[in-house]
C-alpha cells in the first residue's frame, strides 16, 4: 500500500488524473503519480535427456513444495537472461536458454509469469538457499501432486503434450482463481 | 528515484538486504525494502485483410511517429486484455487476440514488450486522445521510416517476413542499444 510520495516523503491519495481513466497514489505536495504495474515472474524448464530439473522451495509461500526455478525478474536484465540467474540461484545450476514456452497472466495477483525451455550444460548441481533439494525428474517420476504453483503444473503438463505430440509451441493465456483452494483455477489460453 | 518510504514516509538509503546480491532502496525507519522491476508495455497489430492499422502518435516520446498500439500492462488484467484495452484508448479500435506474437526484453530501460496479433472487428476507428490519426496500411505503405519505436519496426518487419513464409511463429529476444542514435541497436533472438 502506497502512503507516501517516494519522492518528496509527501503524503498520497487516490484521485483520477486528467486523461486517466482509473485512481492512481497521487502526491499532494509534489503532485507524482505513482504507478502500480503487473510484475514479471520469469523461470525455465532446465532439460536433461528426458528429465527436468525442479526445486523443493526452502521459502514461502509453498514451502516444501515442488517447483521450476523462477523468480521475479529485475532491472537492467533481459527476460531470458533472468531465467537463466533464476535457475543459477535456486539450484546452482548452469542452463542454456533455447526458447520462450509459457506466457501466463495472473491478474488476481499481477503477476505475468514466463517460462523459457532451457539446457542444462552439466549435472553439477545443487539447492540454493531458497530450496530445499533439487533433483532430476522423469514424466513418471514427477511429484504432480506436490507442485508449488497451478503455472508450473500447467507448464509441465503442456510440456509433456507436445513432447509427445506435433513439437513444442509458445502456450499463452490467462489463469484465474475460481474457488477458494488453489485447485480451483482455469486456465484459457488464447 | 526513490527517496521516501511509500508506507513510512521515512528516507531510504541504498544498501544490500541480507541473503541478497544488489542493491536495494532500504527504509531506514521501518525497514521496508523498495524492489523495482521491469515494467509490461503490452500492444497489438490489429489485422484487416492484408493491411495493418497503425496510430500516429499525439504525445512524447516520438510525438508524430507511427506506432502500433501499445501501453503500460495495468494491474488487474491479463496481458493479453491490456493489448486490446491500449488499441481501444489509442485508436477506438475493437479487436480479438488471436495468439501472442513477439516478446522482446529492452534491459536498458526496463522494458519487456509483448506484441499480440488480433483481428479487427469492424472499420469505425478514430483517433484516441494519444494519437494524431489512425490508419490501415498495406505493407507497401507502411511508414517504415517514420516509426516510432524499435520494438515496431522489428515486429512489423518479422510479421511481413512469416506472412509470406512458412507462417507465423512467436518471437522472443532482446533489443541492445549499440550507439547513440535510435538507429544503432541490436536485436538478438534466442
Known sequence: MIEFCCHCGDRVSLSIPE??????????????????????????IPEWEDKVL????????????????????????????????EAHEEANARVRITGLYTLFSLPRIDQVYLFFRSRLLDLDFSPGIESLEVSLFSRDEIP??????????????????????????????????TGRTSSDYRLQLI
Chains 1, 2 share one sequence.
Open 54 to 85: 525442479l526445486c523443493r522451495r526452502a521459502i514461502e509461500p509453498r514451502r516444501g513444495y515442488w517447483t521450476l526455478p523462477a523468480g521475479f525478474m529485475e532491472n537492467g536484465e533481459s527476460s531470458h537472461e533472468g531465467a537463466a540467474r
Open 19 to 44: 486523461g486517466d481513466d482509473r485512481q492512481r497514489h497521487v502526491c499532494g505536495g509534489c503532485g507524482a503519480i505513482h504507478y502500480q504495474n503487473p510484475k514479471v515472474v520469469t523461470g525455465c
Open 144 to 177: 504432480w501432486d506436490d507442485l508449488a504453483f497451478q503455472v508450473v503444473y500447467e507448464t509441465l503438463r503442456f510440456y509433456y503434450q507436445d513432447r509427445d505430440g506435433d513439437g513444442f509451441r509458445v502456450r499463452s493465456g490467462t489463469i484465474e482463481r
